[in-house]
């Protein structure tokens, strides 16, 4: 069982930055794959960054490359989601997922997920 709690979202400016950060619980976090994927209002949910279980491994959204960065610290059981150069399209809600298979862009690998977080960028 691995239990995870998203925080750090809020509302910002366009242009501006905010990181995410997910705390996992469960001694067996450091074997999973864990990304984050979020829901625009009226739209589905999407893939965002993912990153291996090692953490050598990144992958990320063409919306997002450049601009996003996922790392993880399997000291802290946390992963983290670092948002530069926000847009009003970045606006959604931020869900951290963990899949035991390895990383994958598709939310039905994800065994378990957050609650999510608001992230609103004004323009």
């Known amino acids: 069982q691995v239990q995870l709690v998203e925080s750090g979202g809020g509302l910002v400016q366009a242009g501006g930055s905010l990181r995410l950060s997910c705390a996992a619980s469960?001694?067996?976090?450091?074997?999973?794959?864990m990304g984050w994927f979020r829901r625009a209002p009226g739209k589905e949910r999407e893939f965002v960054a993912a990153i291996s279980w090692s953490g050598g491994s990144t992958y990320y959204a063409g919306s997002v490359k450049g601009r996003f960065t996922i790392s993880r610290d399997s000291a802290k059981n946390t992963v983290y989601l670092q948002m530069n150069s926000l847009k009003p399209e970045d606006t959604a809600v931020y869900y951290c997922a963990a899949a035991p298979v390895g990383t994958s862009y598709y939310s039905s690998d994800y065994d378990y997920w957050g609650q999510g977080t608001q992230v609103t960028v004004s323009s």
């Open positions: 469960g001694r067996t976090f450091s074997s999973y794959a």
